[in-house]
């Protein structure tokens, strides 16, 4: 089956400061790429997405990249701020596949220092 | 107001006994889901369901059961087969029939057997 990795586990900035995490994937069919922001102890909500036809997606602070050749998709968080602080998942779907369920990676814990 | 609910928030649990977690949703999707999350860690797929009547074993299905009797519903009984069952549950839903959609989560129930 699918498998997710994400890197790093932990990543502290300065407010203002970028963040990047990175997320590889093992099946080349996949073809959805969701990232989830997770605050504590509440439930993970989609931040932005990337379908397989695309190579990048921008939203106002974040960005989604795409390499399908290297199977690797990656979030940028651009000007940091305190209230960035949260868990991000990232996670592939093959849409066709029966299930359509989405794997997901191990999460980034992001810390914004003000 | 559409969303997925659980419940309970919280749920005790004695070694040796059943319990079951419930999960709701009135977003008329096809699809719903269970994951577990474990203290940093990602989610894991327990079992997936695609529409009524039916579900598939995740990665971790050992231990839990679920039914599917109503679109809405796709209850969660951890059995006391499952050894460590103490973790964050999350049940989330997802339109089927539609390729590459948003996934919505519930709010989690937190187990802890004591």
């Known amino acids: 089956g699918e498998n997710v990795e994400q890197h790093p586990s932990t990543l502290s900035v300065q407010e203002g400061d970028s963040a990047v995490i990175k997320c590889t994937y093992s099946?080349?069919?996949?073809?959805?790429f969701p990232w989830y922001k997770q605050e504590l102890g509440k439930r993970p909500q989609l931040i932005i997405d990337?379908?397989?036809?695309?190579g990048e997606k921008k939203d106002q602070r974040i960005a989604v990249t795409l390499n399908k050749t290297a199977k690797h998709f990656s979030l940028h968080i651009t000007e940091t701020q305190p209230e960035d602080s949260a868990v991000y998942f990232c996670?592939?779907?093959?849409?066709?596949?029966?299930?359509?369920?989405?794997?997901f990676g191990g999460g980034t814990r992001l810390m914004v220092k003000p | 107001d559409g969303g997925i609910t659980q419940s309970p928030k919280y749920l005790f649990r004695k070694e040796g006994q059943n319990v079951t977690l419930s999960c709701e949703q009135n977003?008329?999707?096809?699809?719903m889901y269970w994951y577990r999350q474990d203290p940093g860690q990602g989610l894991r797929l327990i079992y997936y369901?695609?529409?009524?009547?039916?579900?598939q074993k995740g990665d971790i299905a050992e231990g839990y059961s679920v039914s599917r009797e109503k679109k809405e519903s796709f209850p969660l009984t951890v059995t006391s087969a499952q050894k460590n069952p103490t973790a964050f549950y999350l049940c989330?839903?997802?339109?089927?029939?539609?390729?590459?959609?948003?996934?919505?989560f519930g709010q989690g129930t937190r187990l802890t057997v004591v």
């Open positions: 989330a839903s997802r339109r089927g029939e539609v390729a590459n959609t948003e996934a919505f």
């Open positions: 099946d080349s069919a996949s073809n959805y």
């Open positions: 990337i379908r397989s036809n695309v």
């Open positions: 996670a592939a779907s093959i849409s066709w596949r029966a299930g359509n369920m989405l794997t």
């Open positions: 977003l008329n999707h096809d699809a």
């Open positions: 369901s695609q529409i009524v009547n039916d579900f």
